[in-house]
């Protein structure tokens, strides 16, 4: 696996920076000054950008005008305001009009059909499974000859180059996440659970999960000890943590659904969620259309795994709580192994869509290399991550929680340090995508048939291998 470099840069800073006591484990440094522009506008530059990345920004970035019609799922107020904002510092002729889509089955349904309508100019696609589609359907434009054109290496800037389609890339990979199990400290306390663990296994998770379920007198859960995620495919996340890449496809290019190890890991949740019932369970998520920050939020659930959970413990408007949030990292399988689930790992992907507005063009093209480097920070106020390797960790904490007082009210800074922001950490990478739409389908349809009792695990596998090597095998011409 290619490693990612996190080089320490200097971005522009619009927000308070940590206070000297505060130490991530990025080993971030000051932000150096910027400087204006060629021109003598009030534009800034950061002043490190010419010397190592001086593709980013335009020679002259007042003389850029015109508009950029961005989509992404995240609201102004979660950080695209001010991402906007910081943009326009140095680019003050381009407008840039956000559109926030629905990041759901019909939403990207409605996103493709803008851009094929010519409405949608740059487009952030969450989920590999969602760009995947759009870059088979042609649905971004190749940036291959651009890059190529302006000496921009994705590994480099984004720590890999695997995120292509039959080999030409149609995005940047700019936006990661980090994954985690956020614990609610008064539940893990008054279960009597001690420190909070810097590395654990899923066997302890399960424990911890156990001890803070709380049932009634009939035996109905009332507080759920834990939680996978809402999403279908976690327990698919083990190959990532164990192999460091293709959650769905062993080195040979079939799906990986025969390994014991994605047997164990899919009992896991099935054990919690339906037997003993210590986990929210899969079936309760989907019939009533929750997500887990409802049921960690409100306590229904003492503890999650999530890769977003800041991005809603911040707004204490539709989410006041009573306690502080700890967090723990991703669990392990088995004690001593790599987890490579504990960095920064690819989820989003940003690029020029086939139906963009060719008049526009400098505009367009400026904004998507600021959004995907300097302007990725703000992903974290919405719980996501840059996958910039210029990503300046001393930004992050502020840019989510405003100042280190304000965030000592909601969260344990040194968790948050070591496990959500620790880009030092190792993490996994995608490098085979054959027929990765339809092999998504099956992994998402067949768990969710196996929770609903339609088939039993070994079942459900069996039939999922079948489907996913079928669509394998076609794309691949066997």
């Known amino acids: 696996m290619k490693k990612r470099v996190f080089h320490v840069m200097g971005i522009l800073l619009i927000l308070t920076v940590l206070c000297p006591m505060f130490v991530f484990a990025g080993g971030a440094t000051e932000s150096p000054a ?3 522009t060629p021109t003598g506008s009030s534009a800034l530059i950061p002043e490190d950008a010419a010397k190592n990345h001086p593709w980013i920004f335009a020679k002259d970035p007042a003389a850029i005008k015109g508009t ?4 992404m799922p995240f609201k102004g107020d979660q950080g695209m305001n001010a991402l906007i904002e910081e943009f326009n510092k140095t680019y003050p002729n381009v407008k840039v009009e956000l559109t926030t889509y629905n990041n759901n089955a019909d939403g990207n349904v ?3 059909t803008a851009i094929m309508a010519g409405e949608v100019d740059v487009l952030a696609s969450f989920g590999l499974a969602n760009a995947y589609k759009r870059w088979e359907n042609s649905l971004y434009i190749p940036l291959d000859d651009l890059m190529k054109k302006e000496g921009i290496d994705l590994v480099k800037n984004w720590g890999t180059d695997k995120y292509k389609y039959k080999n030409v890339t149609y995005s940047f990979p700019a936006g990661g ?11 893990w306390d008054e279960a009597g659970l001690g420190a909070i663990p810097t590395e654990w296994t899923w066997d302890e998770y399960l424990e911890a999960s156990r001890k803070m379920t709380k049932k ?6 009332v507080v759920y000890g834990g939680s996978q995620y809402h999403s279908n495919n976690y327990w698919t996340y083990i190959a990532y943590q164990l192999y460091g890449k293709n959650q769905y496809y062993e080195d040979s290019g079939l799906s990986r659904w025969s390994d014991p190890n994605m047997l164990k ?20 998520y989907r019939s009533n259309n929750l997500q887990t920050q409802m049921v960690y939020m409100t306590g229904e659930v003492a503890s999650a795994v999530t890769p977003n959970m800041t991005r809603f413990i911040r707004d204490t408007v539709n989410y006041p709580v009573n306690f502080v949030s700890y967090f723990a990292p991703w669990p392990v399988l088995e004690k001593g192994q790599t987890n490579y689930m504990s960095g920064v790992s690819p989820f989003s992907h940003a690029g020029i869509t086939s139906g963009h507005d060719k008049k526009n063009w400098d505009a367009i093209w400026s904004f998507l290399k600021f959004y995907s480097t300097y302007g990725s920070k703000y992903l974290i106020v919405a719980g996501h991550q840059s996958n910039w390797s210029g ?10 929680f405003g100042s280190e007082e304000n965030a000592k009210k909601l969260i344990d800074i040194k968790t948050f340090a070591s496990v959500v922001v620790n880009y030092k950490n190792p993490a996994f990478y995608d490098d085979i995508l054959t027929a990765y ?18 088939y039993t695990v070994e079942e459900g596998l069996k039939l999922m291998q079948r489907d996913a090597d079928a669509a394998i095998k076609a794309e691949r011409g066997f």
Do not use: C, M
Not at 177 to 187: D, E, P
Not at 216 to 221: E, F, H, L, M, Q
């Open 34 to 36: 910027t400087v204006a």
């Open 68 to 71: 950029v019609r961005f989509w």
């Open 110 to 112: 409605g996103v493709n």
């Open 177 to 187: 996440l980090s994954y985690y199990v956020v614990i609610n400290k008064t539940a």
């Open 216 to 221: 009634d007198a009939a035996g109905n859960t």
């Open 265 to 284: 890991a899919f009992k896991t949740r099935y054990q919690a969620d339906n037997v003993e019932k210590i986990w929210f369970p899969l079936t309760k």
């Open 391 to 400: 990503t300046q960790v001393s930004d992050l904490l502020p840019l989510v």
């Open 437 to 454: 739409s339809k092999v998504n389908d099956a992994v998402n349809n067949y768990t969710l048939d196996i929770h609903n009792g339609k």
